[in-house]
């Protein structure tokens, strides 16, 4: 994907070069994760480990079709984009040792 494994900060900036259709959607959900991580976070020390869409409920319709027979159309759908991010190990180290220390 677009932005999978590369730092909070660098898919932002990525993604406001993107020009299709889904950049807000993804932009959005990104920035929402983010937020998820706490306030005082630098968008920097945080990767985004897994990013995917899965495949949503389908809707079935019908249509008539020749001879009086009805076809079956099927509006396929989609979940939201899910992305969570995650501190590499060294900074997730370096924020254990903070803590501790307070």
């Given at each position: ?55 949503g409920?389908?809707?079935k ?7 009086g ?21 060294a ?5 254990a040792?903070k803590?501790k220390?307070?």
């Amino acid at each position: 994907m677009l932005v999978r494994g590369k730092s909070v900060a660098h898919a932002m900036a990525t993604l406001r070069l993107v020009t299709k259709g889904a950049r807000p959607l993804v932009e959005k959900v990104l920035h929402s994760a983010f937020a998820n991580a706490g306030k005082a976070q630098d968008p920097q020390a945080w990767h985004i480990a897994r990013a995917w869409v899965g495949a949503g409920p389908v809707l079935k319709r019908m249509r008539a079709h020749a001879m009086g027979r009805g076809a079956t159309i099927r509006h396929r759908t989609t979940h939201k984009v899910k992305i969570r991010p995650s501190m590499p190990a060294a900074a997730l180290a370096q924020a254990a040792r903070k803590a501790k220390a307070k």
